[in-house]
């Protein structure tokens, strides 16, 4: 009886073996690729710092120098500035961390204009803390969007990213 039931697993098992299954066939995995222009009017951005520890300063420019989504390539990661492609009501988010007992002001400016303005604080903390703030600004075409340190606050530690807790700038045109 035993072996009646063993040969039918077998059979069985063999069976299912030949049947094409999605976790056998091999997929090529070639990672996020941008299409070439797939939303003709939209804008849409999300970055982050690659580095564990950035050493900033008053008046600091901050550099999200890793790019996951970049639609229609308003976001420039070697100065951490967006610039509008049209005008619109965008939303504006960044992320940042800092140090156990460190703190950070930080702002969001379009051009020369603080739109929007964050103490990322983690004072009294035993590891590092963040924030994160959120504006939605009507912006002209060509306006430029970037976050930065205060510029005359003082902070205290530097600014940290890790590959599970990221400070990260993001943007997207709303209408």
């Known amino acids: 009886m035993i072996q009646l039931k063993t040969a039918s697993v077998k ?22 690729q941008s299409t070439p222009n797939p939303f003709p009017d939209g804008a849409a951005f999300s970055a982050y710092v690659s580095h564990f520890e950035t050493d900033i300063s008053k008046d600091f420019t901050i550099h999200f120098d890793t ?5 229609g390539n308003h976001y420039n990661k070697h100065s951490g500035i967006f610039t509008a492609p049209q005008h619109g009501v965008y939303v ?27 103490l990322t604080d983690s004072e009294g903390a035993s590891n590092s803390r963040s924030h994160t703030n959120i504006v939605v600004v009507e912006v002209n075409q060509g306006d ?6 205060h510029p005359t606050l003082t902070h205290i530690g530097n600014l940290y990213s890790h590959s599970e807790w990221r400070s990260s700038f993001n943007g997207w045109k709303l209408y």
């Open 11 to 32: 059979r069985k098992i063999s069976q299912s073996e030949k049947k094409p299954s999605a976790s056998k066939g091999k997929r090529l995995l070639t990672g996020i």
């Open 92 to 118: 504006f988010t960044w992320n940042l961390y800092c140090h156990a007992e460190g703190y950070i002001f930080s702002q969001l400016v379009v051009n020369s204009n603080v739109v929007g303005a964050m």
């Open 144 to 149: 430029i969007v970037f976050v930065r340190t």
């Open 67 to 71: 790019i996951l989504t970049n639609i």
